[in-house]
C-alpha cells in the first residue's frame, strides 16, 4: 500500500510487504523511543487524539509517539458533553475537527464509526478501537513484538507455533492478530478457550483458507507444550450481558510460573494485550512471571511507541528526513531495568 | 484599540478600525492554518486553556491557533472537582492561575465570570464563552466569514442583507454577530423565528438607532428571498425550562436544497454557529446542502482558527516578527477537498 | 541527596543541605518564570502528568513547569475508566506507563501508591500528593517562600517564629512542612488549632527532639501575637466522618485586616497552601487583607512553578546547561501587578 496520507482503519489494509515495510521504519525509531536521539521532524504539526471512549494507555501512547517526532498534542477525553451528544453528525465533526490538526487518532464505542467519521476527514485518521471492530496498531504491535522475540531466537514470523488463551471470541486484539498472522506462511495456532468463547467460524475458516493449521483446546496444559508464543487474554467483561456472566470464565486459564516450567519449551515467549487483571479471582498471568525473561508484555506496550511512530512517519511521508533531523539526547536517561 | 496586554472580553469592546486590523491579521495567518509554512514565533509561551464548562470545537480551535504559532497549551476541563467547587474565589484563582502561564482562554457558565477572573489576572484573558453573556471570538469568526464571503462575490460587509433564522432569543452568537455588524453601514437585518423567540427589543434598538435596517418574519420562505446571507441556528435546548418546551421550536425552520433553489438568490451563503442538529425531529439545515458550494459552515470554523491566531498575535505584539520566523512545512499535507 | 535520577517520594528523603540545593536552583529559574528568558533545555523530552485524583493547581503547576524547561507533557485526569479499574497492578501500571515519557508526576487518594508505583517505574517518579501521606513539592514551596520572605526582611528561617493555624490534624502540608523546618535551627512552633484537631504527638515529639520550641494554644489572638509567619488552614472537610462534623470546625480561626492590625508585628508573613475558603461559613483569610503586602499566598503558587521547574532539572541534571540554552523572550508579557 501507498502509506503517504492515508487512512489506518483495519487489518484487512495490509498486505505482508507493508507489515514488513511499517517494521523496517518501527526499527529505525528506537534511538528516539530509548531515548538516544531527539527527532524535531514533525516540529510545527498537530495531532487530534480524539478519544471519544476513555483510554488511558492507547491514547498516551500515540501521543507520546508524536510528541517524540517533535509534533503537538491536542486531546480530547469525553463524549458526553460534545457536539456529537447534541445530535451532530460524524461527518460534521469529521469536517470541524480536520481542520484544526495534520492527523487524527480516533477512538470511539461504535463499530465502523472510524471509518465513517474518515470519509469526511480532510487529514489522514487512525483508528484507535472502534468498539469490538478493530484496533490496527494494536495488531501491528503484538506482530511486531513477536517479529522481534523470534529474532532474538533465531526464528522468523514464518514457521511459528502460537497459542491463543482466554476469552477469543470477544477479544478484538486477537481477532486482529490471527488476520495479520495469516499473512505469513505456515503459522500454527493453537485456540485455548471455553467452549462458548471459542474463535468464530469466520476467522478459523480465514486461517484454514491461507493454508494455516488449525488446532482447538479446552485445556491449558496441553495446549501450550510445544508453542513458540503463549498469548493470553482478559476476559472481556463488558462484553457480556452480565458481570455475574463473565465470572464465569474469569479465571479458567491461568498460567504462572509453575506451570510455564512444568510444560512449556525453554524460551517460550509470553504475551497478553494488557490490561491483565491481577485480581484473585482472574490472574491470567500471574506476579510470578514478572522476573521471567520471557515475559514480553511490557516490551509490548514499548514496542507500540514505534509502530505508532513508524505510521505517523509512513504517512506523513518523514522517514527521509529522520537521520538529518537528529540530536544526541542532552539530559540523563539512564533507565533503571 | 490597543491590543497589547489587552483582555478580550466583549465585541463591545470593537470599534470598526479594530475589527478590520483584526481581519486584516488573520488573513496574514492562511499560510499557517493551511499548513503551508510554519511559525515558531510563540515556542516557549504557554497557554492556560481552562474550560470550566465542556467543550470540543472552542477549546480545540483556540488550542491549535495557540500550537500553530509555536506555543504550548496548558488544559483545564473539569470545574466539579476544582478549587472553586471547594470555595475558592474567581480572585484566588485568576492570581493563582495566571503565575502558571502567558495567556488564559476562559469559558465558564456563568454571565460575567470571565470579566470578573479578568481583573485579577495578571496574564490577559480572551473570553471563550460566559453562559448566555459573551463569546466576542465567535462573532468575530461569522463576521470574518461573512467577509471573505461577500469578497468572493465582489461585495463587503457594507449594504449587506442578513437573515437571522431560529432560536434569537437565546442565540449568544446572534446577539454578539448583530452587535458587530452594526459597526458597518447599511445592514438589512431580517429577523426569522418564532413569535415567543424574537430578538429581544434591546438589540432591535441598538441596531435601528445605527441607521440600519429590521424586519420581522415568522415566515422563512418570505424572508430569505433577497437576502445575501442566511444564518441559521439550533434551538439552545440548553436553556428553556425543559426539553419538551424547547421541542415545540425544534424543526420549525428547516433549510434544504430545494428551499434554497427555490427561494434564494443565486449564491447565497450559508451560515450556522455549529453544531447543527442533524436529529430527525431538529435538522435545521439539511444534509442534502453538503455539496452546495454556498454552504460556509465548515468555512467558519476553519476561519475560527485564524481569528484566534490573530488575537493571539495582536495582544502578544509578534505581528510584526511573523515573516522573518516562517519556514515551509517539511511532511506531506495535501487536502483531501 | 544525589538527584540525578531519583524518584521524590517524601521529605524525609531531605536534609539541610539537599534543600538549600534545590533553593539555588529555583533561584535561578526566575528568569524563565517571569518571562524574561526562555529555555529549551528538555526540548523533545516528555512528562507524564499522572492525576488519578483530580487537581488543577499542582497538575497546571508541574506542566507548566515543564514546558517552560522547552518539554512536552501528556497529562491523565482520571481514574474511574482507566486499566486500573479493570484489575491492573500499580506494578504494571508503572511498568507500561514508565515507556511513554522521561519523567512522571503522579497523583492518587490512596497513601502508599506513589511510593509503589515508583518501584517499578523506569524513569524517575515525582509524588503529586498520596491522600494524606505526602506531597513534597507543596512543603519546599511553603518552605522556600518563608525563605525568600526572610530574606527580604534580613532574616533567614533559622531562629524563625511561626505560627499553624487551624486544621493541624488532617492538613497534609502542615506535616510536611514542619518536618522540612526541623532541619533547621532554633524554630518555634506555635499551634493554634481546636482541641480535636491538635498535631498529633508524633510530630510534636519530634520537633521537641531536634531542640525546638513548641507552644500550643487554641486561641488565635494570644498565639500570633509574636510570629513571622503566619500559615493559615482550612478546614479538610474530605477527612472528615460528615460535613456535619467538619463544619464545626469551619470559621472558628478567621484573620483579618483588623485583627492583623491588633495583634501581629509589622511585616508579619501570611501564607496558606491554597485553595482558601472564602464562603462566609469559613472564610480563613479574609479578602481584606488581598492589599497587604505581607500577603504571600501566590507568592507560594508561583514559587511553586521554581520549586517544580528546580526539580526537574536536578533530577535530568540540565542545570548546568541552563545559561547557554537561553534567550531574551520576544513577546509582550508586561504583568500587570
Given at each position: 500500500?501507498?502509506?503517504?496520507?492515508?487512512?489506518?482503519?483495519?487489518?484487512?489494509?495490509?498486505?505482508?510487504?507493508?507489515?514488513?515495510?511499517?517494521?523496517?521504519?518501527a526499527?529505525?525509531?528506537?534511538?528516539?523511543?530509548?531515548?538516544?536521539?531527539?527527532?524535531?521532524?514533525?516540529?510545527?504539526?498537530?495531532?487530534?487524539?480524539?478519544?471519544?471512549?476513555?483510554?488511558?494507555?492507547?491514547?498516551?501512547?500515540?501521543?507520546?509517539?508524536?510528541?517524540?517526532?517533535?509534533?503537538?498534542?491536542?486531546?480530547?477525553?469525553?463524549?458526553?458533553?460534545?457536539?456529537?451528544?447534541?445530535?451532530?453528525?460524524?461527518?460534521?465533526?469529521?469536517?470541524?475537527?480536520?481542520?484544526?490538526?495534520?492527523?487524527?487518532?480516533?477512538?470511539?464505542?461504535?463499530?465502523?464509526?472510524?471509518?465513517?467519521?474518515?470519509r469526511?476527514?480532510?487529514?489522514?485518521?487512525i483508528?484507535?478501537?472502534?468498539?469490538?471492530?478493530?484496533?490496527?496498531?494494536?495488531?501491528?504491535?503484538?506482530?511486531?513484538?513477536?517479529?522481534?522475540?523470534?529474532?532474538?531466537?533465531?526464528?522468523?514470523?514464518?514457521?511459528?507455533?502460537?497459542?491463543?488463551?482466554?476469552?477469543?471470541?470477544?477479544?478484538?486484539?486477537?481477532?486482529s492478530?490471527?488476520?495479520?498472522?495469516?499473512?505469513?506462511?505456515?503459522?500454527?495456532?493453537?485456540?485455548?478457550?471455553p467452549?462458548?468463547?471459542?474463535?468464530?467460524p469466520?476467522?478459523?475458516?480465514?486461517?484454514?483458507?491461507?493454508?494455516h493449521?488449525?488446532?482447538?483446546?479446552?485445556?491449558l496444559?496441553?495446549?501450550?507444550?510445544?508453542?513458540?508464543?503463549?498469548?493470553?487474554?482478559?476476559?472481556?467483561?463488558?462484553?457480556?450481558?452480565?458481570?455475574?456472566?463473565?465470572?464465569?470464565?474469569?479465571?479458567?486459564?491461568?498460567?504462572?510460573?509453575?506451570?510455564?516450567?512444568?510444560?512449556?519449551?525453554?524460551?517460550?515467549?509470553i504475551?497478553?494485550?494488557?490490561?491483565?487483571?491481577?485480581?484473585?479471582?482472574?490472574?491470567?498471568?500471574?506476579?510470578?512471571?514478572?522476573e521471567?525473561?520471557?515475559?514480553?508484555i511490557?516490551?509490548?506496550?514499548?514496542?507500540?511507541?514505534?509502530?505508532?511512530?513508524?505510521?505517523?512517519?509512513?504517512?506523513?511521508?518523514?522517514?527521509?528526513?529522520?537521520?538529518?533531523?537528529?540530536?544526541?539526547?542532552?539530559?540523563y536517561?539512564?533507565?533503571?531495568?
Open positions: 500500500m501507498d502509506f503517504k496520507g492515508s487512512h489506518i482503519l483495519s487489518v484487512d489494509q495490509f498486505d505482508r510487504h507493508s507489515v514488513e515495510a511499517i517494521f523496517k521504519v526499527d529505525s525509531m528506537i534511538p528516539y523511543a530509548s531515548r538516544q536521539s531527539v527527532t524535531r521532524v514533525l516540529e510545527g504539526a498537530i495531532l487530534g487524539n480524539m478519544f471519544f471512549e476513555p483510554s488511558t494507555r492507547t491514547r498516551v501512547s500515540f501521543g507520546c509517539a508524536w510528541n517524540l517526532l517533535g509534533g503537538e498534542v491536542r486531546e480530547t477525553t469525553e463524549i458526553k458533553s460534545s457536539a456529537i451528544a447534541k445530535g451532530e453528525s460524524f461527518y460534521d465533526t469529521a469536517r470541524v475537527l480536520s481542520g484544526y490538526s495534520d492527523m487524527i487518532v480516533m477512538r470511539h464505542q461504535t463499530a465502523g464509526s472510524v471509518e465513517e467519521f474518515s469526511a476527514s480532510r487529514v489522514p485518521v483508528n484507535g478501537g472502534d468498539g469490538a471492530n478493530e484496533h490496527p496498531s494494536q495488531a501491528l504491535l503484538d506482530l511486531y513484538t513477536i517479529s522481534r522475540e523470534m529474532a532474538h531466537r533465531g526464528q522468523s514470523i514464518d514457521n511459528l507455533h502460537i497459542a491463543l488463551v482466554g476469552d477469543l471470541k470477544f477479544g478484538r486484539a486477537v481477532h492478530l490471527c488476520m495479520l498472522l495469516t499473512l505469513f506462511d505456515n503459522i500454527h495456532f493453537t485456540l485455548i478457550s467452549e462458548e468463547l471459542k474463535l468464530e469466520q476467522y478459523i475458516e480465514k486461517i484454514k483458507s491461507s493454508a493449521v488449525v488446532t482447538e483446546s479446552t485445556e496444559q496441553a495446549g501450550i507444550q510445544d508453542a513458540d508464543i503463549i498469548y493470553v487474554t482478559r476476559t472481556q467483561e463488558e462484553r457480556f450481558a452480565s458481570s455475574e456472566e463473565a465470572s464465569r470464565y474469569k479465571g479458567l486459564f491461568r498460567l504462572n510460573q509453575a506451570i510455564y516450567t512444568e510444560f512449556c519449551k525453554p524460551n517460550t515467549v504475551m497478553h494485550p494488557l490490561p491483565r487483571d491481577s485480581r484473585a479471582d482472574a490472574n491470567e498471568l500471574d506476579n510470578d512471571l514478572n521471567n525473561p520471557n515475559l514480553a511490557f516490551r509490548q506496550t514499548d514496542n507500540g511507541v514505534l509502530i505508532r511512530m513508524a505510521l505517523f512517519a509512513l504517512i506523513l511521508d518523514v522517514v527521509e528526513q529522520l537521520p538529518a533531523s537528529s540530536r544526541p539526547v542532552n539530559w536517561t539512564a533507565r533503571r531495568f
